[in-house]
């Protein structure tokens, strides 16, 4: 590993425990990973660690896209096919991510359409897809193969009555989609729950809020994907007992 790599691979430990930290732990399941930058494959968290524990560049190993074991210590998640079908079928994707958000995984159980009720919603520019198909871990290549060509160009996919995977084309694009979608899905429960008359902005109206914000009708700029992140790390170092002023230092950002 070259520095380059290991400062991404610390980064998206990072990203790990900020997702965690904002809901999408469970147990030692869940999982993300990167697009090796030397083309052999994907770095993937290992198997056997919640993702509140995953430290630095250390927590992961390279598979090859068939699933083979390259370099780095600890066991292969059963799900890495997820990963690389993704890689394979989706170039411009750089980080992959497989959770199980709590509002997340109780929206995959509908066939409902996410809808912009809030600034989270309105963050996603495409719809996101439901996945109906096998209840068994994605596990084969056949299933990674499905999955990848239920997400589309989109940019995320319910898993039904499973999870949620979504993709970026950097850890901190993917790290605000996971956690837009998280708040996005609890609002709309929330809203379908309290029997109240509520309305969402059309697609026109979304493109006019996000060209107001942004100047660009499609997604975020960049810079504000790292100011995103930047802040999630300081949070992240508050409630790990550290100084939200120190983070830089404290994370070796």
Not at 2 to 28: F, P, Q, V, Y
Not at 31 to 40: A, I, K, N, T
Request: charge should be negative; glycine fraction near 12%; charged fraction near 25%.
């Amino acid at each position: 590993m070259d520095d380059t790599l290991i400062k991404r691979l610390d980064e998206l430990a990072l990203t790990h425990r900020i997702l965690e930290m904002e809901g999408h732990g469970d147990m030692t399941q869940g999982h993300l990973s990167l697009r090796d930058p030397e083309g052999r494959g994907f770095w993937l968290k290992r198997h056997g660690i919640g993702l509140g524990e995953v430290m630095d560049h250390t927590d992961f190993i390279l598979l090859d896209l068939n699933g083979k074991k390259l370099a780095g210590d600890g066991g292969r998640h059963s799900e890495w096919p997820i990963h690389s079908e993704i890689f394979r079928q989706r170039p411009e994707v750089e980080v992959v991510a497989h959770t199980h958000p709590f509002y997340a995984c109780i929206f995959t159980a509908t066939n409902e359409p996410l809808r912009p009720f809030t600034l989270d919603g309105g963050r996603l520019s495409a719809p996101i897809p439901h996945h109906k198909g096998s209840p068994e871990l994605l596990n084969t290549v056949a299933l990674g193969e499905e999955l990848a060509e239920a997400i589309g160009d989109a940019y995320a996919v319910f898993i039904g009555n499973h999870g949620l995977t979504f993709v970026g084309q950097s850890n901190e694009q993917a790290l605000l989609i996971g956690i837009s979608i998280e708040r996005a899905c609890k609002a709309q429960l929330v809203a379908a729950a309290s029997g109240l008359d509520w309305t969402w902005p059309d697609d026109e109206a979304m493109a006019r809020r996000r060209a107001s914000g942004t100047g660009n009708q499609e997604t975020p700029p960049t810079g504000f994907y790292r100011q995103t992140f930047e802040y999630f790390v300081r949070k992240l170092c508050w409630a790990e007992g550290g100084n939200g002023r120190e983070s830089r230092g404290y994370y070796r950002m």
